[in-house]
Every structure is written in C-alpha cells, then in structure tokens.
C-alpha cells in the first residue's frame, strides 16, 4: 500500500522587524507624495540608527576634560600635598610594595595623572593627535613654572616635567592601540 507523500509547505515571510521610518508620512500619502517630489525616498527608506552624534560626543568629552583640568589644578596647585592625601597615598603604595621609594612611587602617580590629557586630546581631536605631546608638555611647564614661582611648599621638578609628558603620551598611544583593535574587532 502506498503511503500518501507529505509535502511540506514553504515557509511565510517573516514580518519585518524594522518600525516605521520617522521620516516618512506615517502613511499619510500627501506627504508621501511630497517627499517623493523631493527625491527623499531614499533617505525615509534608510535604517534609523540610534547612534551618539559627533556634536554630542564632542560635547560628554570636553565635558569630562574640564572636569579633569579643575581635578588636575586642584591637585597640582594645592599648596600642601599633604592636605589632599598625596603624601599618604604614597605610603600607602609604599606599605603594599615595599620595594618602591616614594620618588618612584610619585614619578608614577605624575605619569598617570596625564593619561587621561591625552585619552581627552586624542578623542576630542583625532585629527591633532600629532599635538599631544607638545600640548602636554606645555601644560606641565607651566604648571611647574607657577609651583616654582608662587609657592613656597612645592618646587619645579624636571622628573615631573618627564613623567606628566610620558603619561599623555601614553593616553594617545591607547588610544591609538584601542582604535586599531576595534577596526579588527568590530562589534557584530
């Protein structure tokens, strides 16, 4: 006996997931009719995509530099280190590895105390990368200028002058890097 063939049928379509263009008329034909007039058809066919403009990007990134400058004014201008924790802060370091000195221990804290200048530069700027460093270098010879000119409690240091420059040399390198992983890597 034969046995009756089952034949299955072709899937439907699936409905589509992408919602209703904002460009377009929201089926209103007047203005449907407009746009196409106008040659917009294209541009009310293209996917929405709820991406972060360059304006505010630029804005949430000069917003965080400024927040880092009056961080970074208060700690390097401040006329006691001791008063805002600096000197425990080093003892602290101190205490969890021994083998450091302090010296060591604040020519580190100076480095990354500018990763974050030039991460800022590097982001805000990309096509000025090439002035980080003298950006950076100019900013630590002034603020070493004025420590060394109006305060009594702190002095110029070249190693600071060193490692601050070092430090927003190593933000843009990050940045660099990261930027270069990510074209590599991109997120599915």
């Known amino acids: 006996m034969d046995e009756p063939e089952y034949v299955v049928p ?3 379509p699936l409905p589509s997931a992408s919602p209703p ?3 377009r008329g929201n089926g209103d034909p007047r203005l449907d009719a407009a746009m196409s007039e106008l040659g917009l058809d294209a541009m009310a066919d293209a996917e929405v995509i709820d991406a972060p403009t360059p304006v505010s990007r630029w804005h949430r990134l000069s917003t965080w530099l400024i927040i880092y400058a009056v961080a970074v004014a208060i700690i390097v201008f401040w006329p006691h280190p001791a008063q805002i924790g600096i000197i425990g802060l080093i003892d602290v370091i101190k205490k969890v590895i ?3 000195t302090g010296q060591r221990i604040e020519f580190g804290l100076n480095i990354l105390l500018f990763v974050p200048l030039g991460v800022g530069m590097a982001l805000l700027m990309p096509k000025l990368r090439y002035l980080v460093m003298p950006v950076a270098l100019l900013v630590t010879l002034t603020i070493e200028s ?3 000119l109006f ?3 702190r002095g110029p240091s070249i ?3 060193i490692a601050n420059t070092a430090g927003a040399c190593l933000g843009l390198v990050g940045v660099v890097v990261w930027e270069r992983w990510r074209e590599r890597h991109p997120l599915e």
């Open 146 to 148: 004025v420590q060394g």
């Open 10 to 12: 072709p899937r439907p």
């Open 21 to 23: 263009s904002p460009i």
């Open 159 to 161: 190693d600071d002058i």
């Open 98 to 100: 021994p083998g450091l």
């Open 151 to 153: 305060y009594t409690t």
